[in-house]
């Protein structure tokens, strides 16, 4: 289980992340692009759509999208407003921090500017790019 607090720390773990908190809405952003954010759901087809505490989205890529709904859907779920777009529904009771830690990982790896995942990626290896 995985609750705000530790999904704040997860998410501002990652370089250059940000919390954007919009009223009771979470937002996490890399150089302004949403790696995970407040699921918001309709109650009825014409109702304005509501947080819906304890429920995540987080950005993957559609093949991992995919591969998660199957293998956990105890973790994971779709809806028709994110069905084809490259985010998962994910219900922070059901997963730990591990799991979570590793899917804002790729988040931030698909969105992340190049050259910033390949500097970090240098600075963890112990490794520098020629002429820096």
């Not at 302004?32 to 993957?60: D, F, M, N, Q, T």
């Amino acid at each position: 289980m995985v609750d705000l607090a530790a999904l704040h720390r997860l998410a501002l773990a990652l370089p250059e992340v940000e919390a954007s908190p919009e009223g009771g809405r979470l937002a996490f952003d890399v150089r302004g692009k949403g790696i995970a954010w407040s699921y918001l759901a309709r109650a009825h087809p014409k109702a304005r759509r509501e947080v819906v505490e304890g429920v995540i989205a987080v950005r993957c890529r559609r093949e991992t999208k995919e591969m998660l709904l199957e293998a956990a859907p105890e973790r994971f779920f779709d809806d028709d407003h994110y069905r084809g777009f490259p985010a998962v529904l994910v219900r922070l009771d059901a997963i730990d921090e591990a799991e979570l830690a590793g899917l804002l990982a790729q988040a931030w790896r698909i969105l992340a500017p190049k050259a910033l995942v390949k500097r970090i990626d240098a600075e963890r290896s112990g490794t520098t790019t020629p002429g820096r």
